[in-house]
């Protein structure tokens, strides 16, 4: 045994990374959804598989040369979920020792050079973790709602809406989001998507791309979109101060870390919503 898995599993995609003892990536491999609540545990678990073989077959090794698993799972939420995925890694002879954590938590510690700190993670769904140097840590879990790309899409959909019947001032998103689901006007864009006969499974990957759509418009300075990116970046910002609280540490100087696709977007009005909110409970957060 010589070489170490790990695999990050998302509502989109699954990654699955092997390296050799001293860092060294030597095989890659990618897959579907891995998140168990999202498409249920047995096609979770196939991405996961997938993913894994992929890696191995570009590595050159056998399940049998893994030392160590290490799993940052979204769909890791409660106890019995983590027990859950752990035997079935271990069945699949993923490593040696199997680790599974949240995927909050796996980002918290590919983000802080300690593993301390806060995470939010903000994708194709939406998570926080932290961790204190004691040892303490949380994750939101179902105790946040919803709050990722899709949730971004719906609340840029509502105001194009508004904005189409004169209920809100007029706004760039709507020649954006026209663009993007190439829509002739706003009436077809909302009757494609609620037409009682219709494949709704394409539904969240067009909503959820939206939220570029959405921040594009705010780094462009529409209004109507930096409102809605500043708000939700306090409220993925009250999730992180509720987690420092969590594991004490609001009080003391904390890595914040950002993660996911939505958070990768160049434009800055989201990401600095979140740090101004999280510094104005914890002034000594650093991100």
């Known amino acids: 045994m010589s070489h170490v898995l790990?695999?990050?599993?998302?509502?989109?995609?699954?990654?699955?990374?092997i390296a050799t003892i001293d860092g060294e990536i030597v095989g890659r491999g990618r897959s579907g959804c891995g998140d168990m609540y999202y498409r249920g545990a047995e096609l979770a678990l196939s991405n996961v598989e997938a993913a894994v073989e992929a890696a191995l077959v570009v590595a050159g090794l056998?399940?049998?040369?893994?030392?160590?698993g290490a799993f940052s799972m979204a769909g890791a939420d409660w106890p019995e979920d983590i027990s859950f995925l752990g035997d079935a890694f271990t069945a699949r002879d993923f490593g040696a020792t199997i680790t599974v954590v949240n995927d909050?938590?796996?980002?918290?510690r590919a983000g802080s050079l300690?593993?301390?700190?806060?995470?939010?993670?903000?994708?194709?769904?939406?998570?926080?973790?932290?961790?204190?140097?004691?040892?303490?840590?949380?994750?939101?879990?179902?105790?946040?709602?919803?709050?990722?790309?899709?949730?971004?899409?719906?609340?840029?959909?509502?105001?194009v809406y508004h904005a189409e019947l004169g209920l809100a001032p007029p706004t760039v998103l709507s020649g954006l989001v026209l663009r993007h689901?190439?829509?002739?006007?706003v009436e077809r864009l909302l009757h494609m998507l609620t037409a009682r006969e219709r494949d709704r499974r394409g539904d969240a990957p067009l909503v959820g791309g939206l939220a570029r759509v959405l921040l594009d418009a705010a780094a462009q300075g529409d209004e109507t979109a930096e409102r809605i990116v500043c708000a939700h970046g306090v409220a993925l910002g009250e999730y992180a101060l509720v987690a420092a609280r969590r594991v004490g540490i609001e009080r003391e100087p904390f890595h914040l870390v950002l993660a996911?696709?939505?958070?990768?977007?160049?434009?800055?009005?989201?990401?600095?919503?979140?740090?101004?909110?999280?510094?104005?409970?914890?002034?000594?957060?650093y991100p």
């Open 181 to 185: 689901t190439r829509c002739a006007s």
């Open 114 to 159: 300690d593993g301390t700190g806060v995470s939010v993670v903000c994708g194709t769904g939406v998570g926080t973790g932290a961790c204190s140097a004691r040892g303490d840590t949380w994750h939101t879990s179902f105790w946040q709602e919803a709050g990722g790309a899709v949730s971004l899409g719906e609340k840029t959909l509502r105001a």
């Open 260 to 285: 996911g696709g939505v958070l990768r977007h160049p434009a800055r009005e989201l990401t600095d919503a979140i740090v101004s909110f999280v510094r104005s409970g914890a002034p000594d957060v």
């Open 62 to 68: 056998r399940r049998e040369d893994l030392l160590a």
């Open 104 to 108: 909050a938590m796996g980002a918290l």
């Open 6 to 17: 790990g695999v990050d599993g998302g509502n989109t995609k699954t990654i699955a990374l």
